[in-house]
């Protein structure tokens, strides 16, 4: 089976996932798992960053949405939730953006993130790779993990390398479910 190619269109094909569905259904999943897990039901308002711009609506009651800039600026309180679809790969600084996300989650607060993934040898020559600071494959998303642990942030449920969206033509989404542990709140 060969990739879609970038100028087909997905309405032709009902059963090809989009990108924008693929990160919808993920994020409803984890927000379910993340409610059953912390037992929480809350109305507070939760931050979307969305470099992607693909069209998303935050699981929970409300959401502040933001496409680009300083994830906390104007955040004055604990948020239950961060939404950061598409930001790690074109930050410069990913572990600071997990950094100041882990700033402004309650304990016990879900991060969502979604990222381009890449498991191939050589450069980023994917669609796209002129507007990435970097692409993901499974090394760096393993040493993501760990640079999130040392910030008191934790996985939600399990990894999880199935396929779930269309594949671009040359590269696939990943993502990362994390939790602020319940004593890693630093203010």
């Known amino acids: ?23 919808q259904r993920l994020a409803e999943a984890a927000w379910a798992a993340w409610e059953e897990k ?19 609506t ?19 309180r604990a948020v239950p939730a961060v939404w950061g679809l598409s930001v790690l790969e074109h930050t410069e600084a990913p572990v600071s ?3 100041r996300a882990a700033k402004i989650l309650r304990p016990g607060g879900l991060l969502f993130l ?31 993990v760990r640079d999130a642990r040392r910030l008191h942030l934790q996985t939600l449920g399990g990894v999880d390398w199935t396929y779930h969206g ?8 990943a993502s990362l479910v994390l939790t602020l542990r319940e004593e890693g709140r630093q203010r």
Not at 2 to 22: E, G, I, K
């Open 1 to 23: 089976m060969l990739p879609l190619s970038r100028t087909c269109n997905l309405a032709d094909f009902p059963d090809c996932v989009t990108v924008a569905d693929w990160q």
């Open 38 to 56: 912390h037992h929480i039901r809350t109305r507070e308002e939760s931050l979307v960053v969305n470099y992607a711009q693909v069209p998303f």
């Open 58 to 76: 935050a699981p929970g009651p409300s959401a502040i949405y933001r496409y680009r800039g300083d994830s906390e600026n104007g955040i004055a």
């Open 97 to 99: 953006f997990l950094s």
């Open 114 to 144: 979604t990222f381009s993934y890449w498991n191939a040898e050589g450069p980023d020559v994917a669609a796209g790779h002129a507007e990435r600071r970097r692409i993901y494959d499974q090394n760096s998303w393993n040493k993501l």
């Open 166 to 173: 269309h594949k671009l033509g040359d590269h696939s989404l």
